[in-house]
C-alpha cells in the first residue's frame, strides 16, 4: 500500500516564503525603508510562474494574510494584491517563460506596479498617505533584482528536484 506524503519540494517554496516573510518585516534604517524590495509578491511570480500547477491564488492569498497579520496593515489588504499578482502571473505564465531576464523584468515590473496600485487604492480609502518614493521605489528596485531572484530560485529549484 502506498503511504501518502507531502509532494515533493513542498518545504523548498515553503522555505521561500518564509524568507521572503522575515525580508519583509526585517527592520531596516528609515533611509533604506524606501529601498526595500517586494519579497513576498517575487517568491508568488517566481512559483506563479514555474510551477503553476501548484502555487496560485489560494496559496497567494494565504501568504498575503500572513504578509498583513505580521506587517499590521488591513487584514486582506496585501492578500488581494497578491492574488491579483498571482492571477496575473499565472494568466502569463507561458510566454514570461521563454522571454529573455530582460524582458521579465518588463511584466515583472507591470505585475508588480499592479501590486502596488492595488495597496495605494486601499490605504487611499482608509486615509493612509505614503510618499511616491515609498510607493514606487520598491517596484523599481524588485524589478531590477528579478534577474537574481531568477537565478537563485532557480538553482534551488533544480538543486531540491522541485517539481
Do not use: K
Not at 496585501?78 to 518588463?106: G, I, K
Not at 508588480?112 to 493612509?128: Q, R, T
Not at 521605489?137 to 517539481?163: E, F
Amino acid at each position: 500500500m502506498r503511504e501518502l506524503s507531502a509532494p515533493r519540494g513542498v518545504w523548498v517554496i515553503a522555505a521561500t516564503y518564509l524568507v521572503a516573510m522575515i525580508l519583509t518585516v526585517w527592520p531596516l534604517p528609515q533611509w533604506a525603508e524606501v529601498f526595500r524590495p517586494a519579497w513576498v509578491p517575487l517568491v508568488t511570480i517566481y512559483w506563479c510562474l514555474w510551477l503553476p500547477e501548484r502555487i496560485g491564488v489560494i496559496i497567494a492569498f494565504f501568504a498575503g494574510l500572513l504578509v498583513d497579520a505580521l506587517s499590521g496593515t488591513l487584514l486582506g489588504e496585501h492578500a488581494l494584491a497578491l492574488v491579483l499578482v498571482a492571477w496575473a502571473a499565472l494568466w502569463m505564465h507561458l510566454q514570461v517563460r521563454v522571454f529573455p531576464w530582460w524582458q521579465q523584468c518588463v511584466v515583472v515590473l507591470g505585475i508588480l506596479a499592479l501590486h502596488a496600485l492595488v495597496l495605494f487604492w486601499v490605504d487611499g480609502m482608509l486615509g493612509y498617505t505614503v510618499g511616491a518614493a515609498m510607493r514606487w521605489m520598491p517596484i523599481l528596485v524588485s524589478a531590477a533584482l528579478w534577474p537574481w531572484i531568477l537565478q537563485v530560485m532557480s538553482r534551488n529549484q533544480q538543486r531540491y528536484h522541485v517539481g
